[in-house]
């Protein structure tokens, strides 16, 4: 009787949330353009066009993803549509949530840290890299962390990445099994 | 009662969401047999389309030339950026509204091809087909929806039209040329670096 109470307003919700995500008008591209200091430890960010506060509110449009609407041409080839456009969403959950609800990716900053700072981790510079690197962005007044670790086990981080992307991992490298 | 009106609502709200794209795809389609230069405009996403004609025509190009690099590499990005650069005059031919009409219709499209090229059958009331027909050639996403035409002609001839669902309104946002095509304007950019 609880589960048909909550389905009575879950779906409605839902319907209602995704129909408000549709009335949007499209947004103008945004042509955003990066200047990273000589010693590579400090970059701004410029350009970018703030998402609308009513679709940050619209938990439905948390769980799409703006950047890439349509599964690539590798998600699921030659299965129906519908098929590849869920798992799509399934494979990122929270996309636009985590860019631009917690995440800055729709604002304008400088992101100081580590050399080079356009880099999440060591091993999207080098495989061999190894160690901690941390960086900050610094929006409207407020200072957003990031910190990442990665030896010859595990890789992790948590926190803003330089790009205004929040998130966190835990990998055990080698291994099956991952947490996150 | 309640169950039922609750079904049928449910129902009718399917049966409207179907119909609703193919409305705009008829419309469209009489919009470019009667030459309607302002409704084709209001029924396309430019720069959507823009996009998806940029990746068809440098995949192509990169395939015909052999400049890829391993999938994913930097080689690959690399090569896709040059590419989408070279391409960029030759779709910038494709995007006015006139020369679009023409592409849809016939797979021509005025000062882009250099030599004569013999027309596709695109984009009309009867390379649709019947309703039937044409629910039969399309398919439906989550704010996406798909047709193939003309109908009769298989996948590889036929151009692939994406809708998407954005404001409440069904815009043109990408085409998918039929093969053939895609070679010719990708031959076109190989001619273009060759002068």
């Not at chain 1, 700072?117 to 962005?137: E, F, H």
């Not at chain 2, 609750?6 to 193919?22: K, R, S």
């Not at chain 2, 910038?92 to 219709?105: D, F, R, T, V, Y």
Request: net charge positive; proline share 7%.
């Amino acid at each position: 009787m609880r589960m048909v109470r909550i389905c009575k307003w879950l779906f409605p919700s839902l319907l209602f949330f995704s129909v408000m995500g549709d009335l949007a008008p499209t947004r103008p591209p945004s042509t955003e353009s990066w200047i990273i200091s000589p010693d590579g430890r400090s970059a701004s960010v410029s350009g970018r066009i703030p998402q609308p506060l009513w679709k940050k509110l619209n938990p439905v449009w948390w769980l799409l993803n703006d950047d890439e609407p349509d599964p690539p041409h590798w998600q699921l080839p030659g299965k129906p549509y519908l098929l590849r456009q869920l798992s799509w969403y399934v494979r990122n959950p929270f996309h636009n949530f985590g860019k631009y609800v917690l995440g800055v990716c729709d604002r304008n900053y400088t992101v100081v840290g580590s050399s080079p700072v356009y880099a999440t981790t060591w091993s999207d510079i080098d495989a061999n890299m190894t160690g901690w690197k941390v960086s900050t962005i610094n929006v409207s007044g407020f200072r957003l962390p990031f910190i990442a670790y990665e030896d010859e086990h595990v890789i992790w981080y948590a926190g803003w990445q330089w790009s205004g992307f929040f998130g966190f991992k835990f990998n055990i490298k080698h291994s099956q099994t991952q947490f996150w | 009662m309640r169950l039922t009106i609750g079904v049928v609502a449910v129902l009718f709200l399917w049966l409207a969401y179907t119909a609703w794209p193919f409305v705009v795809v008829y419309r469209l389609a009489s919009a470019v047999q009667a030459r309607d230069v302002a409704t084709v405009s209001q029924k396309i996403d430019f720069d959507a389309l823009r996009a998806s004609l940029t990746t068809q025509i440098v995949a192509t190009y990169l395939r015909l030339t052999g400049k890829t690099g391993q999938p994913g590499s930097i080689l690959e990005q690399f090569a896709t950026g040059v590419a989408a650069s070279v391409a960029d005059p030759l779709v910038a031919k494709l995007i006015s509204p006139g020369a679009l009409l023409e592409l849809l219709q016939n797979g021509t499209a005025p000062g882009v091809f250099s030599n004569n090229v013999p027309p596709v059958q695109g984009l009309s009331s009867e390379a649709l087909g019947g309703i039937w027909r044409a629910y039969v050639n399309s398919e439906f996403g989550i704010a996406r929806f798909f047709i193939l035409v003309p109908v009769d002609k298989p996948a590889s001839d036929s151009f692939r039209l994406q809708f998407c669902l954005t404001g409440w309104t069904w815009k043109l946002c990408g085409v998918e040329l039929p093969q053939q095509l895609q070679v010719r304007l990708a031959q076109e950019i190989i001619k273009a670096e060759q002068r």
